[in-house]
RNA sequence: GCCCGGAUGGUGAAAUCGGCAGACACAGCGGACUUAAAAUCCGCAGACCUUAACCGGUCGUGGGGGUUCAAGUCCCCCUCCGGGCACCA
């Protein structure tokens, strides 16, 4: 019996603690959450100077619905657990939290109940705010809030937008344009989710000619696509979804002239100058191939001769309404192909070749060039569409020269040669491709080039709800200007308020539209008369550079000062749902890329690390109100308290995966707490006691001391491992209720002062700071009832003791032939004779081996050992 | 069609480096406590065979093959589920 036991501390004490053991988390989380909300310090990041490592953690912002979602309560208790676990490893955090405030809904509601989109929005964010601090989500609110809807932020989304149009990276262009019929607005392309829109999901886009705002990301594509390889800490899924969505394809622009055609110049000069068709292909090398031009429905040169051919018109106009009507049944993409002959002919500038010219419905008008050169024999569209009108199929690529007959189309490239392809016969195909490249530039008839599938982003938004865009029509028009020209703002003009008054309906057409005060306003150059821009921009604006705000949140004079940015940049852990991989994450990596360039920031990238998380699922489908199986955060948080909901929340899988919302898992975690805390409250006084008179720390340590210690230390490490790197919650969750019910079968030898009192203080206080990330309210409790002071999430973190944590003796299996034939105990240290001295000793295996012969053993020290026998 | 995930007990899952499959929970069953129930505590629990019971045995990580002393884990082929892209020249 050591020193420091039970009864030498006053086991009364203890005794008249037991009516405060049972847990409510009821009573407690209010009252601790009030705590918190009347100490805005608590969470507040501290000054640069502070010495300490920074660590910028960050969840995506919310659309404030006004209710909070589980899948919400998922994603901010990952958050809420790293940012807590990184203060008490002693570093600087910055966790802040805003709103993504402006958006369709605010309009919508605001048709529906007659209420405001303003009013709508900050009364949801109120909601939603209560509701996250209910959950104990740990946001330096006083020092970062975002509101995106506030001329105090989207003020700056205007500044930098004007920087832009400076910069040419923002321009006005007509062209066809995604519209959604519900949205009654335009969409961006990363908007456009198969066919549909991204927020109604069965809501089929339309295509419009428009005039419109574009930002000009594809200035940035190379580099977006370049700098996803700096990018490790990305899942890899993101990364190629990013890559796919850039789509960069190299190539070649090959020009074909129409033979027999020939036109004036428009300018008036008389100098005669054939029509030529520019192609690109990626395979210029089977170029002596070609059997046909094809070219979309919607080329500028069919658009032209459709006007003199009726017939090609009609065929023309119906190829048109059949790829509109594929796309409205969603199966655009697997209509057969078709086409039409325009009579005409192209020459092949390699070979004189003259071939027809056709015009296709499964050629892309807005990639590329909208015209390809047809190779049936080595693309397997070109094949089909050859097959089915008869057209030549030319064998030009083989796998090697003696090839006599090769199934077509062949599209191999990397090991194989060009055959009957002129001058070029014999060459290695990626060498031809240069080449060939390369003989087109010379003879002017072509070059290399580069083409993506990314597009410059339409930011202009038919919609009220949203940051008014900074620019006016002059409409007399001044020098350099014409009548209804464009003049971009001064800075001095910011912001452009949104007008509060105004009738929000259905209708098409910009609602700003229909608010004289707002339109009329006079030129910031001649002062005549102006039209101000009546769309506003689209929200993935407000949220491309939200998390730069967060650093200095109340700057009235700048975005952010640039200092605080590169203090806190980039982000070291960004955290949510994948289903932002290529809209948010991409539009917020190219501003990034564009405020560097101004000179406002020195990163390259904004997210040294993203994390996304798995949906929540009930009864194995996605939540959703149609299939009546949304779980409320509301009504779990009163039935089991926010504690039990976060921890279950990452319990119940790693954060990675889908994660199927089970009530009585709930239940069992909350059960779990309730066990904590009896146990940890019974034994406060023994910690208070203990942490008050300081023992020797060289106490004699009983075997039952020993134990536990060696479990809690395993237990500190295994945790303290996790939280760095694999981020399985769920598994840390089950090691420390391992231990739990360690010391919970230990609570008899406790109370009997088996255990010395330095060990259960110990205990009590590690495993409060081990669970503090996760359940901060019930572990907040606790450490005010062991006397603790000060907020946990500035207490150290508990060191895992390697000595402590060793085991002594470890059971080995020793298999035989691979089966497990039994288990035995050797100590800790034993080399491999050691090992293979006591398995071969022992009885079971030695009645196992009779009649047999051992040929081999293998031991693997402090793991197993397996004998070979015949 | 292409690219990425995933498939392990009744359920969620664990096994981090090729070394005891099913940790930790949930649900279930049995018991204690209780007048009773709830709560709590203790115990059982992959399937099958054998046995009165113990003991013992066989099979088992979506399916089939392979590498290895040893495979949930590595290799090849296939099935199913989820996600992304999809006539991108």
Same mark, same amino acid.
């Given at each position: 019996?050591?020193?420091?036991?039970?009864?030498?501390?006053?086991?009364?004490?203890?005794?008249?603690?037991?009516?405060?053991?049972?847990?409510?988390?009821?009573?407690?989380?209010?009252?601790?959450?009030?705590?918190?909300?009347?100490?805005?310090?608590?969470?507040?990041?501290?000054?640069?100077?502070?010495?300490?490592?920074?660590?910028?953690?960050?969840?995506?912002?919310?659309?404030?619905?006004?209710?909070?979602?589980?899948?919400?309560?998922?994603?901010?208790?990952?958050?809420?657990?790293?940012?807590?676990?990184?203060?008490?490893?002693?570093?600087?955090?910055?966790?802040?939290?805003?709103?993504?405030?402006?958006?369709?809904?605010?309009?919508?509601?605001?048709?529906?109940?007659?209420?405001?989109?303003?009013?709508?929005?900050?009364?949801?964010?109120?909601?939603?705010?209560?509701?996250?601090?209910?959950?104990?989500?740990?946001?330096?609110?006083?020092?970062?809030?975002?509101?995106?809807?506030?001329?105090?932020?989207?003020?700056?989304?205007?500044?930098?937008?004007?920087?832009?149009?400076?910069?040419?990276?923002?321009?006005?262009?007509?062209?066809?344009?995604?519209?959604?019929?519900?949205?009654?607005?335009?969409?961006?392309?990363?908007?456009?989710?198969?066919?549909?829109?991204?927020?109604?999901?069965?809501?089929?886009?339309?295509?419009?000619?428009?005039?419109?705002?574009?930002?000009?990301?594809?200035?940035?594509?190379?580099?977006?696509?370049?700098?996803?390889?700096?990018?490790?800490?990305?899942?890899?899924?993101?990364?190629?979804?990013?890559?796919?969505?850039?789509?960069?394809?190299?190539?070649?622009?090959?020009?074909?002239?129409?033979?027999?055609?020939?036109?004036?110049?428009?300018?008036?000069?008389?100098?005669?100058?054939?029509?030529?068709?520019?192609?690109?292909?990626?395979?210029?090398?089977?170029?002596?191939?070609?059997?046909?031009?094809?070219?979309?429905?919607?080329?500028?040169?069919?658009?032209?001769?459709?006007?003199?051919?009726?017939?090609?018109?009609?065929?023309?106009?119906?190829?048109?309404?059949?790829?509109?009507?594929?796309?409205?049944?969603?199966?655009?993409?697997?209509?057969?192909?078709?086409?039409?002959?325009?009579?005409?002919?192209?020459?092949?500038?390699?070979?004189?070749?003259?071939?027809?010219?056709?015009?296709?419905?499964?050629?892309?008008?807005?990639?590329?060039?909208?015209?390809?050169?047809?190779?049936?024999?080595?693309?397997?569209?070109?094949?089909?569409?050859?097959?089915?009108?008869?057209?030549?199929?030319?064998?030009?690529?083989?796998?090697?020269?003696?090839?006599?007959?090769?199934?077509?189309?062949?599209?191999?490239?990397?090991?194989?040669?060009?055959?009957?392809?002129?001058?070029?016969?014999?060459?290695?195909?990626?060498?031809?491709?240069?080449?060939?490249?390369?003989?087109?530039?010379?003879?002017?008839?072509?070059?290399?080039?580069?083409?993506?599938?990314?597009?410059?982003?339409?930011?202009?938004?038919?919609?009220?709800?949203?940051?008014?865009?900074?620019?006016?029509?002059?409409?007399?028009?001044?020098?350099?200007?014409?009548?209804?020209?464009?003049?971009?703002?001064?800075?001095?003009?910011?912001?452009?308020?949104?007008?509060?008054?105004?009738?929000?309906?259905?209708?098409?057409?910009?609602?700003?539209?229909?608010?004289?005060?707002?339109?009329?306003?006079?030129?910031?150059?001649?002062?005549?008369?102006?039209?101000?821009?009546?769309?506003?921009?689209?929200?993935?604006?407000?949220?491309?550079?939200?998390?730069?705000?967060?650093?200095?949140?109340?700057?009235?004079?700048?975005?952010?000062?640039?200092?605080?940015?590169?203090?806190?940049?980039?982000?070291?852990?960004?955290?949510?749902?994948?289903?932002?991989?290529?809209?948010?994450?991409?539009?917020?990596?190219?501003?990034?890329?564009?405020?560097?360039?101004?000179?406002?920031?020195?990163?390259?990238?904004?997210?040294?690390?993203?994390?996304?998380?798995?949906?929540?699922?009930?009864?194995?489908?996605?939540?959703?109100?149609?299939?009546? #199986?949304? @779980? $409320?955060?509301? *009504?779990?948080?009163?039935?089991? &308290?926010?504690?039990? +909901?976060? /921890?279950? %929340?990452?319990?119940?899988?790693?954060?990675?995966?889908?994660?199927?919302?089970?009530?009585?898992?709930?239940?069992?975690?909350?059960?779990?707490?309730?066990?904590?805390?009896?146990?940890?409250?019974?034994?406060?006084?023994?910690?208070?006691?203990?942490?008050?008179?300081?023992?020797?720390?060289?106490?004699?340590?009983?075997?039952?001391?020993?134990?536990?210690?060696?479990?809690?230390?395993?237990?500190?490490?295994?945790?303290?491992?996790?939280?760095?790197?694999?981020?399985?919650?769920?598994?840390?969750?089950?090691?420390?209720?391992?231990?739990? #019910?360690? @010391? $919970?079968?230990? *609570?008899?030898?406790?109370?009997? &002062?088996?255990?010395? +009192?330095? /060990?259960? %203080?110990?205990?009590?206080?590690?495993?409060?700071?081990?669970?503090?990330?996760?359940?901060?309210?019930?572990?907040?409790?606790?450490?005010?009832?062991?006397?603790?002071?000060?907020?946990?999430?500035?207490?150290?973190?508990?060191?895992?003791?390697?000595?402590?944590?060793?085991?002594?003796?470890?059971?080995?299996?020793?298999?035989?032939?691979?089966?497990?034939?039994?288990?035995?105990?050797?100590?800790?240290?034993?080399?491999?004779?050691?090992?293979?001295?006591?398995?071969?000793?022992?009885?079971?295996?030695?009645?196992?081996?009779?009649?047999?012969?051992? @040929?081999?053993?293998?031991?693997?020290?402090?793991?197993?050992?397996?004998?070979?026998?015949?």
């Amino acid at each position: 019996m050591s020193s420091g036991s039970l009864q030498s501390i006053g086991m009364p004490e203890i005794e008249k603690n037991e009516n405060q053991n049972r847990y409510n988390p009821a009573e407690i989380e209010p009252k601790w959450q009030a705590r918190w909300d009347a100490d805005p310090s608590l969470y507040a990041a501290e000054p640069h100077s502070s010495g300490k490592p920074k660590f910028y953690c960050l969840e995506m912002l919310p659309y404030p619905s006004g209710q909070l979602h589980i899948g919400h309560v998922r994603n901010y208790s990952i958050g809420d657990a790293l940012a807590r676990f990184m203060w008490m490893r002693g570093y600087n955090v910055l966790h802040p939290m805003g709103w993504d405030a402006f958006g369709l809904p605010a309009e919508n509601a605001a048709l529906k109940n007659n209420t405001p989109p303003r009013e709508w929005t900050l009364r949801n964010i109120e909601q939603m705010k209560v509701q996250m601090r209910r959950i104990g989500l740990s946001y330096d609110w006083a020092g970062t809030e975002v509101t995106t809807c506030l001329p105090e932020y989207y003020r700056w989304n205007q500044w930098i937008f004007l920087k832009m149009v400076d910069a040419g990276l923002a321009y006005r262009k007509s062209s066809k344009v995604n519209w959604c019929p519900k949205c009654a607005t335009v969409l961006a392309n990363e908007q456009v989710i198969g066919g549909c829109c991204w927020r109604h999901e069965d809501t089929l886009v339309e295509q419009r000619e428009l005039e419109q705002w574009f930002l000009r990301i594809t200035k940035y594509a190379d580099e977006l696509l370049d700098d996803l390889d700096k990018l490790p800490g990305w899942p890899e899924k993101v990364r190629t979804m990013q890559r796919n969505w850039i789509g960069r394809s190299e190539g070649t622009h090959v020009a074909f002239a129409v033979a027999g055609e020939s036109r004036k110049q428009e300018t008036g000069n008389s100098k005669q100058e054939e029509q030529k068709i520019t192609v690109f292909t990626t395979r210029v090398d089977t170029i002596f191939g070609a059997t046909s031009i094809q070219l979309a429905p919607e080329h500028p040169l069919v658009k032209e001769w459709v006007k003199s051919d009726a017939e090609l018109q009609k065929a023309v106009d119906e190829m048109i309404a059949q790829q509109k009507a594929a796309r409205e049944t969603g199966d655009i993409g697997n209509i057969e192909k078709h086409g039409v002959s325009t009579g005409k002919h192209a020459v092949n500038p390699f070979n004189g070749a003259t071939l027809p010219i056709w015009v296709a419905n499964y050629i892309l008008a807005d990639y590329g060039t909208g015209a390809i050169m047809s190779v049936p024999g080595h693309d397997e569209r070109d094949f089909e569409f050859a097959q089915k009108y008869g057209l030549p199929v030319k064998r030009v690529i083989a796998p090697n020269l003696d090839t006599e007959e090769i199934g077509l189309p062949y599209t191999g490239e990397e090991e194989a040669v060009l055959v009957d392809s002129g001058e070029w016969t014999g060459e290695a195909s990626l060498e031809a491709q240069d080449k060939m490249a390369r003989y087109a530039e010379e003879h002017g008839f072509g070059e290399k080039t580069t083409t993506f599938r990314l597009k410059d982003w339409g930011v202009s938004r038919q919609r009220y709800w949203g940051t008014p865009i900074p620019m006016v029509y002059c409409l007399n028009g001044h020098e350099g200007v014409k009548p209804g020209g464009v003049v971009a703002l001064p800075e001095s003009a910011l912001p452009v308020l949104l007008p509060e008054k105004i009738e929000i309906t259905q209708e098409g057409g910009s609602p700003l539209g229909k608010v004289p005060e707002f339109v009329n306003t006079t030129c910031p150059v001649c002062g005549g008369p102006a039209r101000r821009e009546t769309d506003t921009m689209d929200t993935f604006v407000d949220s491309s550079w939200y998390f730069y705000r967060y650093t200095d949140a109340k700057n009235a004079t700048a975005p952010f000062d640039s200092d605080k940015v590169n203090y806190w940049f980039p982000i070291d852990q960004y955290i949510g749902g994948v289903e932002h991989a290529i809209l948010h994450l991409i539009y917020s990596r190219f501003w990034t890329k564009v405020m560097r360039d101004l000179g406002l920031i020195k990163n390259d990238e904004p997210v040294e690390r993203l994390f996304t998380q798995g949906m929540v699922i009930k009864d194995g489908a996605k939540m959703s109100k149609s299939k009546g #199986n949304v @779980v $409320s955060p509301d *009504e779990m948080i009163s039935r089991f &308290g926010a504690d039990a +909901a976060r /921890t279950y %929340a990452l319990f119940a899988a790693p954060p990675d995966r889908d994660l199927d919302w089970q009530e009585d898992g709930v239940a069992g975690v909350s059960r779990f707490l309730a066990r904590v805390y009896r146990l940890t409250s019974k034994f406060a006084p023994v910690v208070q006691e203990v942490e008050q008179t300081s023992p020797a720390a060289n106490a004699v340590r009983s075997p039952a001391d020993v134990a536990l210690l060696r479990t809690l230390h395993q237990t500190i490490a295994k945790i303290t491992e996790d939280f760095s790197g694999r981020w399985h919650f769920n598994t840390c969750i089950a090691a420390i209720m391992i231990l739990v #019910n360690e @010391v $919970s079968t230990a *609570e008899p030898a406790m109370d009997a &002062g088996e255990v010395s +009192a330095a /060990t259960i %203080a110990e205990i009590f206080h590690s495993l409060v700071l081990l669970l503090a990330p996760f359940a901060p309210f019930m572990t907040a409790e606790l450490w005010e009832q062991m006397g603790g002071e000060g907020a946990l999430l500035r207490q150290p973190w508990p060191e895992a003791d390697a000595e402590l944590a060793r085991e002594s003796e470890i059971e080995i299996p020793v298999q035989i032939n691979g089966k497990l034939a039994n288990v035995v105990k050797v100590s800790a240290e034993s080399d491999e004779e050691a090992i293979k001295a006591v398995a071969l000793a022992d009885e079971k295996v030695i009645a196992r081996l009779v009649g047999k012969t051992v @040929v081999k053993i293998i031991v693997v020290k402090g793991r197993m050992v397996n004998l070979v026998v015949k």
